[in-house]
């Protein structure tokens, strides 16, 4: 958790004006606190761990441009901050959206910030970009988010099992029914990834996961 908090302080509390520093702080610890909430299997404090780490790996790889790293960061500590898995299809998004365009103002953030962390984490429901123009730090946050899909064997399987958790109130049938539903588009997708380094690096782990999984809740749907 130290990890977190530090990184918190080390990246997005000097976007903010000094004398509104501690709010910044008080933010993110609130932000933590929601990421530990206790009916998170997978959408949990190691999630948002691996984004970031997802995120460095991008940014090391020349997929963020110079100064964007900060807004990625924010997207990622913001898109899943409210998770709810009764709520309909793209509420949590749009929930998250809110608290981000309620919250970073308080904290002395532009409105461009803003706004921009509010899109992408908006987008995050479908990950499919709102806009026309290129967006390298969206692009960046669309892989890091979806770097589990690419993730090793054991941590792939765990995040199924975790998902499964998540959603344990649905009948076995009606969440593989759901859930294919949910990777086979991403499956089926020409290209998985964005940013030409994750295409390169993870495309090829992610494929072989999304099969495996998809022919598993084909045949035995998870209890």
Not at 103 to 125: N, Q, Y
Not at 190 to 195: A, D, G, I, K
């Amino acid at each position: 958790m130290n990890t977190l908090v530090d990184r918190w302080r080390d990246v997005v509390v000097p976007l903010c004006p000094v004398e509104l520093a501690p709010g910044a702080v008080a933010l993110g610890e609130d932000l933590l606190q929601r990421w530990l909430e206790p009916h998170r299997s997978y959408h949990d404090v190691v999630h948002l761990a691996e984004v970031l780490a997802a995120l460095d790996e991008l940014g090391e790889g020349g997929a963020l441009p110079e100064g964007s790293g900060a807004v990625a960061d924010l997207v990622a500590w913001f898109h899943d901050a409210v998770y709810d898995v009764h709520a309909p299809p793209g509420e949590t998004e749009e929930a998250s959206a809110r608290l981000a365009e309620e919250t970073l103002p308080g904290i002395g953030l532009p409105p461009d910030v803003v706004a921009a962390v509010a899109r992408v984490v908006r987008e995050s429901a479908t990950h499919e970009p709102s806009g026309t123009g290129p967006d390298p730090m969206g692009d960046a946050f669309h892989d890091a988010d979806l770097w589990i899909l690419s993730a090793g064997t054991e941590r792939f399987d765990a995040y199924c099992h975790q998902v499964r958790l998540e959603y344990r109130q649905v009948p076995a049938e009606d969440f593989a029914r759901g859930r294919s539903e949910v990777l086979a588009p991403f499956a089926r997708r020409e290209r998985l990834y964005r940013t030409d380094h994750a295409h390169e690096h993870w495309t090829a782990r992610a494929r072989a996961n999304l099969a495996r999984e998809l022919d598993r809740l084909s045949v035995a749907p998870p209890a």
